[in-house]
């Protein structure tokens, strides 16, 4: 088992893999890496990315930095558990750009419902962060819901009336 990361070491990744990468593309992080870099906690237990477009030569950068950073990466996103939300990549957030490798945070809509999809108690409190934060909004939240909601047939492990109970009770609560 890898260290946990903190801000310092997520910086220190993205940097080394716009070093060590062959090509332009764009990673995404999602998850505990967008609640470290906002301050809403101070460690993660994995970075979680989705390049896309993917940088050639990324997979052989990750394979040695992992061990290099004693960092744990994982390919994960929001669009993975639930359908993504259209309009997902205009609205993920710049971070910086390192070599040909632009760094974005994931969509905050995407990652508030998968997080409420969830509803494990780290992320209902990284969803209220991101409502704070204004980098979402209860209307908002419920618009991009319904939009999602009827591809929530193509994902059996979804229980789409929970699912729906969950964004409904969080916007009531914070609209």
């Given amino acids: 088992m890898r260290s946990e990361a903190d801000r310092a070491k997520i910086e220190k990744f993205m940097i080394a893999v716009g070093q060590r990468v062959k090509g332009a593309g764009t990673i995404y992080l999602a998850g505990g890496a967008t609640a470290v870099f906002h301050g809403w906690r101070s460690m993660t237990i994995d970075v979680d990315i989705k390049p896309d477009p993917e940088p050639a030569g990324l997979f052989e950068a990750l394979a040695a930095l992992k061990n290099e950073l004693d960092l744990n990466v994982e390919l994960a996103c929001p669009d993975q558990f639930i359908p993504a939300v259209p309009g997902w990549r205009e609205r993920s957030l710049f971070i910086a750009q390192h070599g040909p490798v632009e760094f974005c945070h994931y969509d905050p809509y995407g990652q508030a419902?998968?997080?409420?999809?969830?509803?494990?108690?780290?992320?209902?409190?990284?969803?209220?962060?991101?409502?704070?934060?204004?980098?979402?909004?209860?209307?908002?939240?419920?618009?991009?819901?319904?939009?999602?909601?009827?591809?929530l047939i193509r994902y059996p492990a979804i229980d789409p009336g929970s699912f729906r109970a969950a964004v409904l009770e969080f916007c009531h609560e914070n609209g």
């Avoid at 419920?142 to 999602?148: N, V």
């Fill in 113 to 151: 419902l998968s997080k409420l999809q969830r509803r494990h108690d780290r992320d209902l409190l990284d969803v209220r962060s991101l409502l704070h934060a204004k980098m979402i909004h209860s209307d908002e939240l419920w618009r991009m819901f319904e939009r999602i909601e009827p591809q």
